[in-house]
């Protein structure tokens, strides 16, 4: 450590960032604001976080740390008690050579690292990153210890009330209260994970949180059971919902505020038999694409679905099971055809996003208003092109091929398998062959799947019974992650589509209209160059953009 005794001060001079007589005046205003140095610099106007950072990073030979694209291992985070990391605004990355990795916002500060040394047992090696990005991820990564401070504060709180038994669901307004900060701590938390779900849900003895990133559920932590029914009743006051009522299913929605970025949530509370269950659905604008060319097309398959588009009229289904992504490209297939010259109006249950130009309604079946209703009602307002949330049964079927027929574009899901499978859906709904041959312009079936961590993700050679599942003759080189800090020890990071594309063509349509046969449209489909679920993932794992058990995961069952 002894190597960093040099001060910010004369490695800003030495870099020629600020004069000896700007450093004078900061260190001035640091004896009446008791501020560090670099802060000064910057509220001043001095100099910017940016230009510290990397003259101490050039000068001083410190690594540079992107917090914003690694992840941290939990018990790497443990070894920093929360106090010490507030306190010199730090963060422990790794353990290098029995040294511990801290990354700071003034690395150069000797008695930080002496303190560090002291509370963690390791010889510090100093790394820097940029102060904004320390402050965020330390409530990132401490976050789960609050939350867990708060559940301890609330069970001293309550200890009278602990004789062997459960307390009751009161209302919880004090803003003060370890409840809310519980609360706020896990959404906060949850959006720093850029988990897409929070589940809040009781065991036995106790309550269990999970977040849900990128599609696969993660235990963040567990409390005492007696902390949900609070916690339940908290909820349920954010929403809106009836906080007396335990017998039946409520949904609401919760308008939130992170880091001055709105985020909206989806609640849905259902009764279990050891108590109410929470799933909050994170909808996050700030991170949400609707560029139809960033979900995971393959160039051909973009095509197929802008010819698609192009169409003047008919109905296009895309389907998939919850959670596949559906929203996202019927969004991005509206933002093509978003125009001033059009008429666009929705119905959804519930509406996600608010998209600019468009008019959209939500379901509401407490007064009534269905997608039937609602559709009924779309038609008397003079609109081009039409989404329906979901076509969940023959009046809604019913209307929306009749809409297509008229000359409208449809667009809307639909719960079936694979793509061909959305025929016989239809006919089982009780729609006529006719009608299903004249308006079906096509269909997209999709999944979700995780990306390989660009971080860790290396090459080997794929063994037989990989060669087997992929349809190879002879071994090519695949790739995997191995695990890190960036992927959380996954492997994977992020997530992308595969996709099957129907197109309906004259051949498809006689077929429907004599004798509608599932084999038959799936191999003139196949002739004709579609890519069945499990092939667009085949495609994938060969360009090295995920992996077999990836495939395995999200294909289970489908046929090559």
Known sequence: MAKVRKRLGEILIDAGIITSEVLDKALKIQKLTEEKLGQVLVSKGFTTDEQIVNAVKQQMGIPLIDLDNINVRQDIIDILPSSIARKYESIPIDIINGSLLVTMSDPLNYFAAEDIKIATGYNVKPAISFRESILQNIEKYYGRSRAQEAARTYRKSNSALRKDRIPSAQPVDDTSAPIIKFINTVIENAVMYKASDIHIEPNDREMRVRFRVDGVLREIMRTDIEMLAPVISRIKIMSNLNIAETRVPQDGKIGYRVKNKGIDIRVSIVPTILGEKIVMRILDKSVFSIDLGKIGLEEDELVKLNRMIDNPYGIILVSGPTGSGKTTTLYSILNILNDVSKNIITIEDPVEYNLDGINQMQVNTKIGFDFANGLRNILRQDPDIILVGEIRDNETAEIS????????????????????????????????????????????????????????????????????LLGLSNPVKLRKGKGCSLCNDTGYKGRTGIFEILEIDKDMRNIIDSNYNDSKIEKIAEEKGMDTLRKSCINKVLKGITTVDEMLRATYGDRV
């Open 401 to 468: 091929i009749r809409s297509a027929l008229t000359g409208h574009i449809v667009l809307s899901t639909i719960h079936t398998n694979n793509a061909v499978g959305t025929i016989g859906r239809l006919l089982d709904m009780g729609i006529k062959p006719f009608l299903i041959s004249s308006t079906l312009t096509g269909v997209v079936a999709q999944r979700l799947i995780r990306k390989i961590c660009p971080n860790c993700g290396e090459e080997y050679m794929c063994d037989e019974s990989e060669m087997r």
